[in-house]
Every structure is written in C-alpha cells, then in structure tokens.
C-alpha cells in the first residue's frame, strides 16, 4: 500500500495494482498500474472517484480508515472509465446519504452500467459550476474526449489543485520508481492520442487556472515542475516530434529485413545520429513502439511482403500509428519480397491517408537478402535521413 501526503485536507485513497497483466485489456504493464482516488477533508466531504473492480475492497477499507468514522458528502465522479467508476454503485450502497456529482453526460453512463441514473441523488454540473465544500471549493472544467466524452476536471481553488482525470497519469504504480516521461508518454498516446485537439482545448483553459499541483488519476500527484509535464502534453497533443532521433520498426520473417533494419542503424550512427532506436514488431511492446514513432521526427518502416500484402504485425502497427493520428513525419521505407515485393508499395498507400507523412528517397527494395545494390540504397536512404 503507497502512502502519499499531498496537503492536511487531500488524503490519496488509491491502490496500485500489481497483479493486473494488460491494462485496457491490452498494455503491458510490467510494473503495474495506480487507481487514484482522493478525499478532500472539509466541513463536507468530497470523494474523488473510485477504482477499477479488482481492488474494491482494499480501497473501501483504506476509505473507511482516512475517513476515521466520518461519511463522504460527495462522490465527485471525473471519469466513467470503469478503471475509475466500478464502484461506484458499491459506494452509493455504502454511504445512502451521499450524493454523486457528474454531467449529464455521466449519469447517462451510470445508468448503462449500473442501471440508475441517480436521479434522486444527483448534482449534475457544466462548465465552471462550483461545488462548496466549506473553505474549499471545486470549480468544474469540462474535458470532452480526454478521454472519454463525459470527462470533467474539477480545480480546487484554495489549494490551486487540479484533478485532472487521465490526463498527466502514467502506466506504473507508484510504489515503482520509474522516470515520469516515457511511461506517461507511453500512456498518452495510446490512449489518449487520437483526441490531441480535445487535449489542446482543455489545455487551453487550463491555462486560466493557477495550478499549483495536479492529482491525476494514475501516476504520481505532480506538485514541482509543472511547466515540464504541460509542455509535454502541449507538444504530444500537437502531434509535433518530441526529439529529434529515427525510430525503426521492422517486420521480419527470416532475419534478412532485420538485417537490413540494424544495417540502416549502423550508418545512421556512424552518419552522427545521436537517438537509433529499433523495434522488433513481432516481439516488441507495440504500445511503446507507437510512443516511439511520437517521440521521433522521423521514422523508418522495413517490412516482408507476406500473401502479396504487409507482414502481419507491420500492418497493425501502421494501423496504431493511423488511429492515434499520426502526422508530421519523414519516413523511410525497406521492404522485401523473393518473388514479388509488395510491401513498399502498400505501406505508402497507408501513410498517403495520414497527414504530412514525407516519404524519404529512397525506397530500400530486398529480393530476400542484402546483397551491393541494396547495402548501396540502404546507404543512401541513411544519407536523405540525415541530410
Ligand atoms: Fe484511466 Fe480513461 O481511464
């Protein structure tokens, strides 16, 4: 259990949970993964949020501890996600003079999931609505599609606190000590990436707020540096290039595309290139080979041609980089083929439906192994990349 201390009336009430193997029922996080959940301690009480269903218990029992017999007059409900939201009829149940606080939005969710719409119990609030707990007092800030349309945040004036739902957590729980960037980055875009405009709106009125710390709900409470963690997501909700550097994904069957990929590598360190980073599509993590292709101003795709289309796991890893809106990227392109070369061809079609994709010349053809004359456009595809 992680004991955070964030101020004498914002206790955490959250869990991190080790034991889950793929978040969303599809990322692998290795070092698990927090459900945040906070109480602010006024002459009333706001609870924000719940968790996901697999630690209800041991979040009920760290509740009722920071509580020591008092009752939550509100349960402030930023997110309908159920990693946040299981338990909210088990909390409703649990404390019959509370009241749950959402948008319209949430109570039409409430009643898909849990077959009420609170109507008896209910504050439904919009934009800049306030909620008076006594000194304190939340001031609501609608957040549609960051990351799912009926998200709000709720700023704390007294304290300049933000609770800002997804937005600013992380994969990892927060016993794990691991850097902020790449697993927040990592979280970002996979999940919340294809709404950067949302991301961008909602930072834009952020920017009228005074925040002095912000309690997401996952990762750490961030409380220093702010202007670091804002500046990431203004650049990943704009689909700009993080760093400069060439993320290079492959798609091998035999080992002789991969060749071609560490090849390419080689000389693009020796040509000076600072950050190479390759992924193995068939074993990598294709969540963080995504994150990657962000973090990156330019990007190279080598790919075996299999049943006259793309190798399997290049085709779904060009359909994560579609669906999160990736855009404004150079990209270089190696594909093989023994009989008949297809995968050139196929992956441009793919990148011509993105925005701003700049294909480098030139395109790198194997006819099953590097021999002189591909070595030779490998060379030279390294030459327009560093150019
Ligand atoms: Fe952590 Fe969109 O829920």
Redesign the pocket.
């Known amino acids: 259990m992680t004991n955070i201390t964030i101020s004498d009336s914002i206790k955490y009430v959250g869990v991190d949970d080790h034991d889950i193997d793929l978040f969303e029922g599809q990322y692998r996080v290795p070092d698990g993964v927090s459900y945040n959940s906070y109480l602010i301690m006024d002459r009333k009480i706001a609870l924000m949020d719940t968790v996901d269903r697999r630690k209800g218990t041991e979040w009920m029992a760290r509740l009722d501890a920071a509580l020591a017999g008092r009752t939550p007059d509100y349960l402030v409900t930023l997110?309908m996600?159920p990693?946040?939201a299981a338990n909210i009829a088990a909390a409703m149940e649990r404390y019959p003079d509370m009241r749950i606080v959402g948008n319209a939005k949430t109570f039409a969710m409430t009643a898909q999931f849990f077959g009420t719409d609170y109507a008896d119990r209910r504050i439904v609030v919009t934009e800049g609505d306030t909620l008076d707990l006594g000194t304190r007092t939340l001031q609501f800030v609608m957040a549609p599609m960051v990351?799912?349309p009926e998200v709000m945040m709720a700023y704390e004036r007294t304290e300049k606190t933000l609770f800002s739902a997804?937005a600013f957590?992380k994969f990892g729980a927060l016993d794990a000590s691991q850097p902020w960037d790449d697993e927040a980055r990592r979280y970002f875009i996979n999940?919340v990436g294809k709404y950067g405009a949302n991301v961008q709106a909602l930072l834009k009125k952020a920017a009228a707020l005074d925040i002095a710390r912000i309690c997401p709900?996952?990762g750490p409470v961030l409380g220093d540096d702010l202007g670091h963690y804002i500046g990431k997501y203004l650049t990943w909700s704009s689909y700009e290039p993080e760093e400069k550097g060439v993320m290079i994904a492959y798609a091998s069957i035999y080992g002789n595309t991969a060749d071609a990929a560490r090849r390419l590598a080689e000389m693009l360190r020796r040509r000076g290139e600072k950050a190479v980073v390759i992924y193995d599509l068939a074993r990598c993590d294709m969540a963080e080979a995504t994150a990657e292709a962000f973090r990156f101003d330019r990007a190279v795709l080598a790919s075996s041609t299999y049943d006259a289309g793309l190798f399997p796991v290049m085709d779904a890893f060009i359909g994560r980089l579609k669906s999160k809106n990736w855009q404004r990227r150079t990209v270089g392109l190696i594909e093989n083929g023994t009989w008949a070369p297809a995968a050139a061809r196929i992956m441009c079609e793919h990148l011509s439906h993105m925005k701003d994709i700049t294909v480098a010349k030139p395109v790198v053809t194997l006819r099953s192994a590097m021999n002189a004359a591909s070595e030779q456009q490998i060379e030279a595809l390294a030459e327009t990349l560093t150019a």
């Open positions: 997110h996600e990693d946040h990351h799912w997804d957590g999940i709900l996952h």
